[in-house]
């Protein structure tokens, strides 16, 4: 496959391993970094992994991949709830979407049960910590090879 898959990360993602650790974890941006190339390389994807704290970045990447991607592992983080900017950037991709969230978000607050993302999303990965991020790459070589 000729054409990465885009990992993208949302706000606050950049401060992994630091920010409320009981609720994501100890692993940092990093780690999951790695797993996702890790993860990739044993499918034979290859990864182009990102965080951006701006939702107008998030969607130039979006808008960017309709060109340079196979697809998109995306965890929009707090813009899920709020951004149907990025629902409508996807919504012009012609290539499978995955969704992953760190946390179980419908066992968070109620405001955190909707994703506007999730219309798009040919999968939803949450409440798996980020480890969900091995499961999205192995999910999207799956779509990607027709299986």
Request: with cysteine; aromatic share 6%; hydrophobic share 40%.
């Amino acid at each position: 496959m000729t054409k990465p898959v885009y990992v993208l990360n949302g706000p606050n993602l950049n401060l992994l391993g630091k920010r409320q650790p009981e609720i994501y974890g100890s692993e940092t941006l990093e780690d999951v970094r790695n797993l996702c190339e890790a993860a990739a390389a044993e499918t034979g994807l290859q990864v182009d992994f990102r965080q951006s704290n701006a939702e107008h970045e998030l969607i130039d990447w979006i808008q960017e991949a309709r060109e340079a991607a196979s697809g998109i592992v995306i965890n929009p983080a707090a813009y899920s709830h709020t951004s149907v900017a990025i629902l409508d950037a996807l919504n012009a991709c012609d290539f499978p979407v995955i969704e992953v969230h760190i946390s179980n978000i419908h066992k968070r607050e109620s405001f955190r049960h909707h994703s506007f993302v999730s219309a798009r999303a040919e999968a939803v990965i949450a409440g798996c910590g980020t480890q969900g991020y091995i499961f999205a790459v192995q999910k999207m070589a799956a779509l990607l090879s027709g299986k």
